[in-house]
């Protein structure tokens, strides 16, 4: 009988192989921060790799990051469970991260299976004391010791599952914890946490209540009513818990941070810079008493309330802490930049703002109304829909642009342009013409209120480098395709040939050949138009301004005629009524490319009347992405100067 082939590993993609051994190579010569970078996009693509997570683990160790390297060395650890130095590592994990109870049954596992593996006598040292520390919380909740422990165990798993965002999974450890213990307030907390994050504001609510009845000044249960009240749109309610929090004198271990995560999201900045004393005064200013996180808050709070020198000093009081917080790196990063690239300081990302189930419901929305034509009926459902079923959207919407990151003012924006809501449409256009956000930040979400009709197109002012300025705000299709002609077989075969004699130059010949076509077809208004080149070209100028004159007089919306009728302002010094005619044709959405190009021109003419070159620039620079080669703009090119650097 032959032996059949057991099937091999199969072959790695390239890009896993290389990305790997690069990121191995960083870690090795010391560049773990370096490493980063690679590994997490690899670990992105292809999850729950054993050589990404074994060179992941390595450089969260190296830089100290505690937090990120329990996660991953317990995905690790799953992936391999007969690794004995993963289960001993993974226990150290948990221990240097507060979850006792997960130690020590990682510990004794581990003992039972590797009993005499070189780090089992440290851990036979660290049971007892773990075990002895867990004794010492049991007597209050008058538990036996095995119920105690199953409890501490639960509660550890459920923070595990809080702290690295596996919230489903936290939710069934909860669950099953408060079957068997329901009145323990941490689990309650903890769960009120998890239904928040999952958009049920109301359950969450109920929980932390319930937390109130058990124990009425209890320091979690308030903060979260405080700001879950606020995400909810109901600030009055909101108000009356933060001030009830203010006076709790309940007992937490990070009672400063819970009492200044609530004042943040009510933007009660002198109540969160107050704690700083209140914590100094009772000798809790240090670890564990207050973490990164309250440092933090106090720096956004102290630069809201103008004292950036003050929130630098907080933000390294806080790396002190953690040197690899991002949050605080990176507001510290946006702050070194030029005024024009900052996007803002923020106290929480846009995820912390538990909009997530309003993200759903959009996205499931936007597709239901994807076959409805009309932007104008999607905005009014979608407004409709919002102020049925999310209404503290509307409520939140200036607070997200002036307190939340990058992400949460395009969120404004975009829900600006897909609802028509007067609130955000404001708090966007508040954001476009204010200070806070980088300047291409602003200039994208004004492009994105331009595309919904809330923003019209040409020319606006907008805030860069320390005042505010002009620019161009173009939102129209340029197409190379010419529209079907409608002219007769005969005429357009004139008009064809016409066409030519001007760009030959010859006028004479062109007059002819449209002056026969006009016989045939005297409506038309483009062949009125280039016979007032015709007419132009052999200086017949006086003849031919009366052309264009009655041309838009009996055509006014047609497009060359506004830019001829819009040249003959130019020429008599009426520039505010050429802008005024030109910035009208900006609003169409779509232009050929021919008309651009003599829009661009007339554009140009316009802003060299007025001697604003960087105005001119502008227009020329885009007459040149669309028409490099035209010879005209050589001569424009040299009246503004040379291009602007980028």
């Known amino acids: 009988m032959t032996k059949s082939k057991q099937p091999g590993r199969p072959t790695p993609p390239r890009r896993l192989v290389e990305g790997t051994k690069k990121a191995f190579d960083l870690v090795e010569n010391g560049k773990a921060g370096e490493a980063l970078d690679i590994l997490i996009e690899l670990d992105q693509a292809y999850p729950n790799t054993p050589e990404v997570l074994g060179v992941l683990v390595n450089a969260y160790y190296d830089l100290n990051d505690m937090h990120n390297y329990e996660h991953a060395i317990r995905r690790l650890a799953r992936l391999d469970a007969r690794d004995p130095a993963l289960s001993y590592s993974l226990a150290g994990a948990y221990l240097v991260n507060g979850r006792p109870a997960l130690a020590i049954r990682t510990f004794k596992e581990a003992l039972r ?88 504001f109301d359950q969450a609510i109920r929980t932390s209540l319930r937390v109130l009845e058990i124990e009425p000044e209890n320091i979690h249960a308030l903060s979260n009513l405080a700001r879950l009240h606020f995400l909810g749109g109901r600030p009055e309610e909101a108000a009356e818990y933060a001030q009830r929090l203010k006076g709790s004198q309940a007992d937490a271990s990070d009672r400063w941070f819970k009492i200044a995560e609530a004042l943040t999201f009510l933007e009660d900045d002198e109540g969160v810079l107050a704690l700083y004393e209140r914590a100094k005064a009772a000798g809790e200013l240090e670890p564990p008493h207050v973490d990164e996180m309250f440092f933090h808050l106090l720096a956004v709070a102290a630069y809201h309330q103008g004292l950036e020198k003050e929130a630098q000093i907080y933000w390294q009081e806080a790396l002190k802490i953690n040197p690899h917080f991002e949050w605080a790196l990176e507001n510290v990063e946006d702050l070194k930049k030029p005024v024009d690239d900052r ?96 300047f291409q930040e602003r200039f994208e979400a004004a492009k994105i209120l331009s595309e919904a009709d809330l923003l019209p197109s040409g020319e606006i002012q907008m805030w860069s480098g320390g005042e505010m300025r002009k620019v161009m705000l173009l939102n129209i299709e340029i197409s190379p395709e010419p529209e079907a002609s409608e002219l007769p077989r005969r005429v357009q075969a004139l008009a064809e040939q016409a066409f030519q ?146």
């Open 113 to 200: 299976r590797w009993p005499i593996y070189p780090r089992a006598e440290e851990a036979r040292k660290t049971i007892p004391l773990l075990e002895n520390a867990l004794r010492e919380q049991a007597p209050g909740l008058n538990l036996s010791e095995d119920q105690a422990l199953d409890l501490f165990l639960q509660h550890d798993e459920l923070r595990y599952c809080l702290d690295h965002g596996e919230y489903r999974q936290g939710r069934r450890v909860a669950e099953k914890l408060l079957h068997s213990f329901p009145d323990f307030i941490p689990a309650l907390n903890n769960l009120a946490q998890i239904f928040a994050v999952e958009g049920e």
């Open 343 to 438: 996007g803002g300081v923020w106290a929480y990302p846009s995820e912390s703002w538990l909009l997530a189930s309003v993200a759903q419901d959009l996205s499931g929305q936007l597709e239901k109304l994807k076959r409805t034509d009309k932007k104008t009926d999607v905005q009014a459902r979608l407004s409709r829909f919002f102020e049925e079923k999310h209404p503290e959207v509307f409520f939140l919407a200036p607070h997200l642009v002036e307190r939340g990151d990058a992400e949460a003012r395009v969120f404004v924006a975009r829900l600006a342009a897909v609802t028509g809501h007067p609130v955000p449409v404001s708090a966007a256009k508040g954001y476009i013409f204010g200070k806070r956000g980088s």
């Open 501 to 646: 004699a001007l760009l030959d130059r010859n006028g004479r010949r062109a007059q002819e050949l449209l002056e026969q076509a006009l016989a045939l077809w005297p409506d038309d208004p483009s062949l009125v138009n280039n016979l007032a080149k015709a007419l132009e070209m052999q200086g017949q100028s006086e003849q031919a301004r009366q052309m264009i004159i009655e041309l838009h007089n009996r055509f006014p919306d047609y497009f060359f005629g506004v830019v001829a009728i819009a040249g003959l302002e130019i020429e008599k010094g009426e520039l505010d009524r050429a802008h005024d005619m030109l910035n009208g044709l900006l609003q169409r959405k779509k232009l050929h490319t021919t008309e651009f190009i003599a829009l661009c021109q007339a554009q140009v003419q316009v802003w060299l009347a007025e001697n604003n070159l960087d105005g001119a620039r502008t227009w020329i620079e885009m007459w040149e992405k669309v028409d490099p080669n035209n010879p005209a703009l050589k001569t424009y090119r040299r009246k503004v100067g040379p291009p602007r650097k980028r």
